[in-house]
C-alpha cells in the first residue's frame, strides 16, 4: 500500500515524534472522516507498506529522524507546498526564506526526485494579479532549479469556506484566468528546465507544455523501488485527479499553519487549539479514543509486483 502522510494535516511540520511512534509500533488508528465514531487500524509494517508521500509547507522538524525512517525500510518522497504569499493568507508559516533553505537542503539529502515542488493553490485577480504571480514564480524557479524534477501547480477551488471570505472567493481562477497564468508561467519554468504538471484539473493544459499529474505518483514510486506497483485510480478523489489509491493516516482541522484558503480545516480554532489534543505517544493523531468508538483492522496488500501476500493490520 501507498500510505499518504497526508492530505488532511502537515504531519512533518507538526506530528513528526507521533509519526516515529507509529512507524516504530507499526500501525496507526485513523479516524473516519465521514464518520466521526469509526476508526481504521492501519498496518505500517514496512513489508506492506510500498511508500510514503509525505505532504508539507515546512519539513524542517522532520529532518533529524529522515535516516532513522530510511533504517527502518521505508521509501517515500516529499510533495513540498512552497508559494509566494504572505502572512495575510499563510498566518503562521515560517518566513519564506527559511522554507526555500529547508527545501534545498531536503533535496541535498534526498534527491531532486524525491521532492517535488507544489506552487499550489494558485490565487487570481483580484487577490493575486498574473504579474505578481510572475514575478513571484520566477524568483522561485531560480531558487529551487536543480533541487526538484518537477513543479505541480494547482488553481484555488471554491470551497465551501471562502464564503467566509469574499475577496479570497472572487479569486478563484476562471478558466480565462487559468489560461493567462498558464500562458505566463509556463515559459519561466521552461527557462529553469523544469517541467510543469497540473494537479486535478479538469481543463486540458498541454497547450502550455503542462502536463496532468500524479500526486500519489505510481510511476515516481516504481523508479524509487525499481520494481512495478499494481496500483489502481483512487477513486475516492476529486474526478480530474490521477492519484493512485493510498491510505491517508493524517486528521481534518488538525494542521496550524493557519491558511486563509485551506480545505482540511473546518473550524476558526487557533493553532493552539489544534494542537492542544494531541498526544504523540497515542497511536491516534486527532487525541484520545471515547468508549463509543470502534476501531476496525484494514488488510492492506503491498502493491508490489513482485510479492502478492497480506500483512494483515492484526500483525502489528
Given at each position: 500500500?501507498?500510505?499518504?502522510?497526508?492530505?488532511?494535516?502537515?504531519?512533518?511540520?507538526f506530528?513528526?515524534?507521533w509519526?516515529?511512534?507509529?512507524?516504530?509500533?507499526?500501525?496507526?488508528?485513523v479516524?473516519?472522516?465521514?464518520?466521526?465514531?469509526?476508526?481504521?487500524?492501519?498496518?505500517?509494517?514496512?513489508?506492506?507498506?510500498?511508500?510514503?508521500v509525505?505532504?508539507?509547507?515546512?519539513?524542517?522538524?522532520?529532518?533529524?529522524?529522515?535516516?532513522?525512517?530510511?533504517?527502518?525500510?521505508?521509501?517515500?518522497?516529499?510533495?513540498?507546498?512552497?508559494?509566494?504569499?504572505?502572512?495575510?493568507?499563510?498566518?503562521?508559516?515560517?518566513?519564506?526564506?527559511?522554507?526555500?533553505?529547508?527545501?534545498?537542503?531536503?533535496?541535498?539529502?534526498?534527491?531532486?526526485?524525491?521532492?517535488?515542488?507544489?506552487?499550489?493553490?494558485?490565487?487570481?485577480?483580484?487577490?493575486?494579479?498574473?504579474?505578481?504571480?510572475?514575478?513571484?514564480?520566477?524568483k522561485?524557479?531560480?531558487?529551487?532549479?536543480?533541487?526538484?524534477?518537477?513543479?505541480?501547480?494547482?488553481?484555488?477551488?471554491?470551497?465551501?469556506?471562502?464564503?467566509?471570505?469574499?475577496?479570497?472567493?472572487?479569486?478563484?481562477?476562471?478558466?480565462?484566468?487559468?489560461?493567462?497564468?498558464?500562458?505566463?508561467?509556463?515559459?519561466?519554468?521552461?527557462?529553469?528546465?523544469?517541467?510543469?504538471?497540473?494537479?486535478?484539473?479538469?481543463?486540458?493544459?498541454?497547450?502550455?507544455?503542462?502536463?496532468?499529474?500524479?500526486?500519489?505518483d505510481?510511476?515516481?514510486?516504481?523508479?524509487?523501488?525499481?520494481?512495478?506497483?499494481?496500483?489502481?485510480?483512487?477513486?475516492?478523489?476529486?474526478?480530474?485527479?490521477?492519484?493512485?489509491?493510498?491510505?491517508?493516516?493524517?486528521?481534518?482541522?488538525?494542521?496550524?499553519?493557519?491558511?486563509?484558503?485551506?480545505?482540511?480545516?473546518?473550524?476558526?480554532?487557533?493553532?493552539?487549539?489544534?494542537?492542544?489534543?494531541?498526544?504523540?505517544?497515542?497511536?491516534?493523531?486527532?487525541?484520545?479514543?471515547?468508549?463509543?468508538?470502534?476501531?476496525?483492522?484494514?488488510?492492506?496488500?503491498?502493491?508490489?509486483e513482485?510479492?502478492?501476500?497480506?500483512?494483515?493490520?492484526?500483525?502489528a
Amino acid at each position: 500500500m501507498i500510505v499518504s502522510a497526508s492530505r488532511r494535516t502537515d504531519i512533518p511540520a507538526f506530528y513528526a515524534p507521533w509519526l516515529m511512534g507509529r512507524l516504530q509500533e507499526g500501525f496507526a488508528l485513523v479516524k473516519n472522516p465521514m464518520v466521526s465514531h469509526r476508526f481504521s487500524r492501519v498496518s505500517l509494517d514496512p513489508r506492506c507498506v510500498d511508500a510514503i508521500v509525505f505532504w508539507t509547507k515546512n519539513a524542517s522538524p522532520m529532518m533529524d529522524v529522515l535516516d532513522d525512517i530510511t533504517s527502518m525500510g521505508y521509501m517515500y518522497y516529499f510533495q513540498y507546498t512552497l508559494t509566494p504569499y504572505d502572512t495575510d493568507v499563510e498566518r503562521y508559516l515560517p518566513p519564506k526564506a527559511t522554507l526555500v533553505d529547508n527545501f534545498r537542503a531536503l533535496s541535498t539529502k534526498l534527491g531532486p526526485h524525491r521532492v517535488v515542488w507544489r506552487y499550489d493553490p494558485i490565487i487570481g485577480p483580484p487577490y493575486f494579479s498574473t504579474n505578481y504571480h510572475v514575478e513571484a514564480f520566477g524568483k522561485l524557479c531560480e531558487a529551487l532549479a536543480g533541487y526538484t524534477d518537477t513543479c505541480v501547480i494547482s488553481f484555488m477551488d471554491a470551497y465551501a469556506r471562502l464564503r467566509r471570505q469574499p475577496r479570497l472567493a472572487a479569486s478563484v481562477p476562471g478558466p480565462d484566468s487559468i489560461r493567462a497564468l498558464c500562458a505566463a508561467l509556463a515559459p519561466i519554468a521552461a527557462a529553469y528546465q523544469l517541467p510543469l504538471a497540473a494537479c486535478a484539473e479538469a481543463m486540458d493544459l498541454r497547450e502550455y507544455g503542462i502536463q496532468p499529474s500524479s500526486c500519489i505518483d505510481p510511476l515516481r514510486i516504481s523508479r524509487l523501488l525499481g520494481v512495478p506497483l499494481k496500483a489502481r485510480t483512487d477513486a475516492n478523489q476529486r474526478g480530474a485527479c490521477r492519484c493512485a489509491e493510498s491510505v491517508d493516516i493524517g486528521a481534518y482541522d488538525t494542521c496550524a499553519h493557519g491558511c486563509t484558503y485551506c480545505y482540511a480545516t473546518r473550524s476558526s480554532r487557533s493553532p493552539e487549539e489544534r494542537l492542544a489534543s494531541h498526544d504523540p505517544a497515542l497511536p491516534c493523531l486527532a487525541g484520545p479514543l471515547g468508549p463509543e468508538d470502534v476501531v476496525t483492522l484494514r488488510e492492506m496488500p503491498s502493491l508490489r509486483e513482485e510479492q502478492v501476500s497480506f500483512f494483515p493490520s492484526s500483525s502489528a
